[in-house]
């Protein structure tokens, strides 16, 4: 593997680990991104969740939303693909 394979996969797995400490969990649950579905969900709880989570344990209403609107377009790609 060429070294900025492992230099790209190491600053994301940082980012992951900092965004995670910021919405309030671990930063070692970011070794759960190696399982090919908790990656999914992880990414999901990094790109929604708010930043106050931790204290409020509430998602504000664009989270929901968008949380809404991603759980809709999995549920209707799960659709189309048995159609």
């Given at each position: ?78 659709f189309l693909s048995f159609a």
């Amino acid at each position: 593997m060429p070294p900025s394979f492992e230099a790209t996969s190491m600053l994301a797995h940082r980012v992951t680990a900092l965004r995670l400490k910021n919405i309030g969990f671990s930063p070692w649950n970011t070794l759960l991104m190696i399982i090919p579905l908790v990656n999914i969900l992880m990414f999901f709880m990094c790109v929604i969740i708010n930043k106050n989570y931790a204290k409020t344990k509430k998602m504000d209403l664009a989270a929901k939303i968008i949380s809404l609107l991603l759980l809709g377009l999995i549920v209707f790609g799960i659709f189309l693909s048995f159609a």
